[in-house]
């Protein structure tokens, strides 16, 4: 059985953005969708509840009745969408939600007597959109306040959550990090450009442009462009890490990503030592007697 489905809530009004496409606002070239897409790729379904937009992969798209009913509404066109045993819940604007945190919290939800299990901000604040609940009861407690109101449609997430035991999970100060307004759009902007992070972010959105899916050591590809680049000439830095990856991709096709892993950085030691021996010939090319 599918180990986990996703839901992604990606409609609203988007006041606070003067009712601007917010899910498809970007943060370090990608949509805000794609950025919580990509937290769950694994997932077994992905349904997304909002208006039809380019996404990198493919979803499920349906919308909740009413339009504009609410994130209950929402939440109940998407579960009526998904068979897994455990359904990841999220807002379509976290720009900063990482995996680890999503496997934290389909580990706490079907961990002992727990229904779900949801973040909470720095503040101590719950996040009914940053979850992941148990299937069985998160139907039957939509069910029930269904019956109970007549609709979902304008119904508050906290009448859900009040009735499932769930657990907390503390992922630290970005994991709930939204963007409700252009100021929270602007600081996400400006966190992902700050040194120390802008690199690994770089990295992924290009992975995630390119739709590839390789860990591979930065480390190794920075210091063969270094080495190239000093030992050879400027130029050579680009040219060598393409020429490097063109080899790996060879030497791995039809193999695992970890063989791919495993094929660059055997690559890179290579274009790494031939830039050293180039080297170490130019800084001896003026000695008499040099063989």
Same mark, same amino acid.
């Given at each position: 059985?599918?180990?986990?489905?996703?839901?992604?809530?990606?409609?609203?009004?988007?006041?606070?953005?003067?009712?601007?496409?917010?899910?498809?606002?970007?943060?370090?070239?990608?949509?805000? @969708?794609?950025?919580?897409?990509?937290?769950?790729?694994?997932? *077994?379904?992905?349904?997304?509840?909002?208006?039809?937009?380019?996404?990198?992969?493919?979803?499920?798209?349906?919308?909740?009745?009413?339009? *504009?009913?609410?994130?209950?509404?929402? @939440?109940?066109?998407?579960?009526?969408?998904?068979a897994g045993d455990r359904i990841l819940v999220l807002s379509a604007d976290l720009p900063f939600l990482a995996e680890e945190?999503?496997?934290?919290?389909?580990?706490?939800?079907?961990?002992?007597?727990?229904?779900?299990?949801?973040?909470?901000?720095?503040?101590?604040?719950?996040?009914?959109?940053?979850?992941?609940?148990?299937?069985?009861?998160?139907?039957?407690?939509?069910?029930?306040?269904?019956?109970?109101?007549?609709?979902? !449609?304008?119904?508050?997430?906290?009448?859900?959550?009040?009735?499932?035991?769930?657990?907390?999970?503390?992922?630290?100060?970005?994991?709930?990090?939204?963007?409700?307004?252009?100021?929270?759009?602007?600081? !996400?902007?400006?966190?992902?450009?700050?040194? *120390?992070?802008?690199?690994?972010?770089?990295?992924?959105?290009?992975?995630?442009?390119?739709?590839?899916?390789?860990?591979?050591?930065?480390?190794? @590809?920075?210091? @063969?462009?270094?080495?190239?680049?000093?030992?050879? !000439?400027?130029?050579?830095?680009?040219?060598?890490?393409?020429?490097? *990856?063109?080899?790996?991709?060879?030497?791995?096709?039809?193999?695992?990503?970890?063989?791919?892993?495993?094929?660059?950085?055997?690559?890179?030691?290579?274009?790494?030592?031939?830039?050293?021996?180039?080297?170490?010939?130019?800084?001896?090319?003026?000695?008499?007697?040099?063989?």
């Open positions: 059985m599918t180990a986990y489905d996703a839901i992604v809530l990606a409609g609203g009004a988007a006041r606070r953005l003067g009712g601007a496409d917010k899910p498809g606002l970007r943060v370090g070239g990608r949509s805000l @969708l794609d950025r919580v897409l990509a937290v769950c790729a694994d997932a *077994g379904t992905t349904v997304v509840v909002g208006g039809r937009r380019p996404t990198r992969r493919p979803v499920v798209w349906t919308r909740e009745a009413p339009a *504009g009913g609410g994130p209950l509404a929402a @939440l109940d066109a998407g579960v009526r969408q998904t945190t999503v496997r934290s919290l389909l580990t706490e939800a079907g961990t002992g007597a727990w229904e779900g299990a949801m973040c909470t901000d720095p503040g101590g604040r719950d996040q009914p959109l940053v979850a992941a609940y148990r299937a069985e009861p998160l139907r039957r407690e939509l069910a029930l306040l269904a019956t109970e109101h007549g609709s979902l !449609a304008g119904l508050p997430l906290r009448l859900l959550t009040a009735e499932l035991a769930m657990a907390r999970v503390e992922a630290g100060p970005l994991a709930s990090f939204d963007c409700d307004t252009w100021e929270d759009l602007a600081t !996400a902007r400006a966190r992902i450009r700050e040194h *120390g992070t802008v690199l690994d972010e770089w990295i992924t959105a290009v992975k995630n442009e390119l739709g590839i899916e390789l860990e591979v050591d930065t480390d190794v @590809l920075l210091d @063969l462009a270094r080495d190239a680049a000093h030992g050879v !000439a400027r130029p050579a830095a680009p040219l060598t890490t393409f020429l490097v *990856g063109y080899a790996a991709a060879a030497a791995s096709r039809g193999q695992s990503p970890e063989a791919a892993a495993e094929a660059v950085a055997e690559a890179a030691r290579k274009a790494a030592a031939l830039a050293l021996r180039w080297e170490e010939e130019t800084e001896a090319g003026g000695e008499t007697g040099t063989p």
